[in-house]
Nanobody, 128 residues
Framework: QVQLVEAGGGLAQAGASLRLSCAASGRNFHAMGWFRQAPGKGREEREF???????????YYADSVKGRSTISRDRTKNTVYLQMNSLKPGDTAVYYC????????????????????WGQGTQVTVSS
C-alpha cells in the first residue's frame, strides 16, 4: 500500500522559511513532487510547485518559487523535502506531496493529472 506522509507545514511570517517533508512507502517511484492548493481552489486546480526524479538527476520548479525553494530527496529515508525561503502570503496553501511510479516526460512534471499518488496535505499559512 502506497503511503505519502507530509510534515513540516505551519504558520510563518513573510520572509521566513519552512521545510516540508514527505515520507514515501509502499513501492519504488520514478519521481516525486509538490503541488499546492490555494484557499477556495479545487483539487484539480492544484498548482505545481516543484518536482524531482528520484535519481536526483533533474529538478523542476514553478516560476513562482524558483530561486527561493529547493527540492531534495534522501534515498536512505525514502523522503523528499521542499525547502521554502522568503515566504510570501501568496504561498499560503495546502501543500501536497505527489509521486509517480511511471516515467514522466519533462513537460508532464507540472501536470496535475500525470501524478498517480497523493499525500493528505500539510497546511502552510504565511502572514504578512
Amino acid at each position: 500500500q502506497v503511503q505519502l506522509v507530509e510534515a513540516g507545514g505551519g504558520l510563518a511570517q513573510a520572509g521566513a522559511s519552512l521545510r516540508l517533508s514527505c515520507a514515501a512507502s509502499g513501492r519504488n517511484f520514478h519521481a516525486m513532487g509538490w503541488f499546492r492548493q490555494a484557499p477556495g481552489k479545487g483539487r484539480e486546480e492544484r498548482e505545481f510547485v516543484a518536482a524531482t526524479r528520484w535519481s536526483g538527476e533533474n529538478t523542476y520548479y514553478a516560476d513562482s518559487v524558483k530561486g527561493r525553494s529547493t527540492i531534495s530527496r534522501d534515498r536512505t529515508k525514502n523522503t523528499v523535502y521542499l525547502q521554502m525561503n522568503s515566504l510570501k502570503p501568496g504561498d499560503t496553501a495546502v501543500y501536497y506531496c505527489a509521486a509517480s511510479a511511471v516515467v514522466l516526460l519533462d513537460n508532464e512534471y507540472s501536470d496535475f493529472g500525470a501524478w498517480e499518488y497523493w499525500g493528505q496535505g500539510t497546511q502552510v499559512t504565511v502572514s504578512s
